[in-house]
């Protein structure tokens, strides 16, 4: 984004359901990082060990990070269940759900992850969308609160989490985020989607090319996602990635489970992301809230066959996001 280079004041912060509190003011005179985010974007999880350092680092000295969590998904816009990202992550700072995105037009955002910094006057003065750039925001994070009075030595910057971090990585181009629902899906069927109705998939003899994935048995279609309807409906998809990602929902009260194997295979030890178990030679991923469930992590980045196969109806899949390696 261009540098803010207009004296321009802060909007001020929506009513919301503060889902972690103090409640914050952007009036209250001091330094403020305003981090619009989302439970399930994988762009944003990988923003939050810098947002946890920085409160860590420079609350003390009087900066406020408020993390503005504006829903993606209807099953996103539930308290209890930001509630539950909130603690999972282990988020120190306020949170406020923002389910009608009256703050993001306030804003006038349109990314997941986007940062604000605000001055102790109350003026915009930084922001950056999407992942990167940490160097450069806590180097502004520095000089505001410098110019808010504080002179005591700051810190060195942080040291990148990961080599994807550092500035001047080439990354290898991953596939793009695939939704599954009919509103943005990419759905290669014969049947193609069917709003609001129960269809049932035939297997295709080849896969979808990457960007687009294919179904078998019976699911239903909503907008947002697909529901798997009957023990044994699948998905499956080719993709360029290191790191592979999907946003499930399990049936209401309970712990789901989807089989999950790569290249016809189990998922291999060393590529299993973090919510895989291995059970009699088969690999399985369990999720018990509707969250980003870490299907593949790899330090290989390559192409990717994957056959997932849903142990019980009524589980909900909305979107699969891939990640790449750096040099």
Same mark, same amino acid.
């Given at each position: 984004?261009?540098?803010?280079?207009?004296?321009?004041?802060?909007?001020?912060?929506?009513?919301? =359901?503060?889902?972690?509190?103090?409640?914050?003011? #952007?009036?209250?005179?001091?330094?403020?990082?305003?981090?619009?985010?989302?439970?399930?974007?994988?762009?944003?999880?990988?923003?939050?060990?810098?947002?946890?350092?920085?409160?860590?680092?420079?609350?003390?000295?009087?900066?406020?990070? =408020?993390?503005?969590?504006?829903?993606?998904?209807?099953?996103?816009?539930?308290?209890?269940?930001?509630?539950?990202?909130?603690?999972?992550?282990?988020?120190?700072?306020? =949170?406020?759900?923002?389910?009608?995105?009256?703050?993001?037009?306030?804003?006038?955002?349109?990314?997941?992850?986007?940062?604000?910094?605000?001055?102790?006057?109350?003026? @915009?003065?930084?922001?950056?969308?999407?992942?990167?750039?940490?160097?450069?925001?806590?180097?502004?994070?520095?000089?505001?609160?410098?110019?808010?009075?504080?002179?005591?030595?700051?810190?060195?910057?942080?040291?990148?989490?990961?080599?994807?971090?550092?500035?001047?990585?080439?990354?290898?181009?991953?596939?793009?985020?695939?939704?599954?629902?009919?509103?943005?899906?990419?759905? #290669?069927?014969?049947?193609?989607?069917?709003?609001?109705?129960?269809?049932?998939?035939?297997?295709?003899?080849?896969?979808?090319?990457?960007?687009?994935?294919?179904?078998?048995?019976?699911?239903?279609?909503?907008?947002?996602?697909?529901?798997?309807?009957?023990?044994?409906?699948?998905?499956?998809? =080719?993709?360029?990635?290191?790191?592979?990602?999907?946003? #499930?929902?399990?049936?209401?009260?309970?712990?789901?489970? @989807?089989?999950?194997?790569?290249?016809?295979?189990?998922?291999?030890?060393?590529?299993?992301?973090?919510?895989?178990?291995?059970?009699?030679?088969?690999?399985?991923?369990?999720?018990?809230?509707?969250?980003?469930?870490?299907?593949?992590?790899?330090?290989?980045?390559?192409?990717?066959?994957?056959?997932?196969?849903?142990?019980?109806?009524?589980?909900?899949?909305?979107?699969?996001?891939?990640?790449?390696?750096?040099?």
């Amino acid at each position: 984004m261009p540098p803010i280079t207009v004296p321009l004041r802060a909007p001020g912060l929506a009513p919301g =359901v503060w889902v972690q509190g103090p409640q914050v003011s #952007l009036k209250s005179g001091a330094v403020t990082l305003v981090d619009f985010w989302e439970s399930t974007c994988v762009n944003c999880l990988r923003t939050l060990p810098y947002l946890r350092a920085w409160h860590e680092r420079y609350s003390p000295r009087g900066l406020v990070i =408020v993390g503005v969590h504006t829903p993606e998904f209807e099953v996103t816009a539930d308290p209890a269940v930001v509630a539950a990202a909130v603690a999972a992550e282990a988020i120190p700072y306020p =949170v406020l759900l923002d389910a009608g995105r009256a703050t993001w037009q306030l804003f006038a955002n349109k990314y997941w992850p986007a940062k604000y910094l605000i001055d102790a006057r109350g003026y @915009l003065r930084y922001e950056h969308a999407g992942e990167g750039a940490y160097g450069e925001t806590e180097e502004w994070i520095q000089r505001l609160l410098r110019e808010a009075g504080d002179t005591a030595p700051m810190p060195a910057l942080l040291e990148p989490v990961r080599e994807v971090d550092r500035p001047g990585a080439v990354c290898q181009p991953a596939t793009r985020e695939a939704h599954l629902g009919w509103h943005r899906g990419r759905l #290669l069927a014969a049947e193609g989607y069917r709003p609001g109705e129960e269809v049932r998939h035939a297997a295709r003899e080849e896969p979808a090319p990457p960007g687009l994935f294919t179904a078998r048995g019976l699911w239903l279609h909503e907008a947002e996602y697909l529901e798997a309807r009957e023990p044994g409906a699948g998905l499956e998809l =080719v993709c360029d990635a290191a790191e592979v990602n999907l946003v #499930l929902a399990p049936p209401v009260g309970e712990t789901a489970e @989807l089989e999950i194997e790569a290249g016809g295979a189990p998922v291999a030890v060393e590529e299993r992301g973090a919510d895989l178990v291995a059970r009699d030679g088969r690999t399985f991923a369990v999720w018990d809230r509707p969250r980003m469930v870490r299907l593949v992590d790899s330090p290989d980045f390559r192409r990717r066959h994957l056959r997932l196969r849903f142990l019980r109806p009524g589980a909900r899949a909305y979107a699969f996001s891939f990640g790449t390696v750096c040099t």
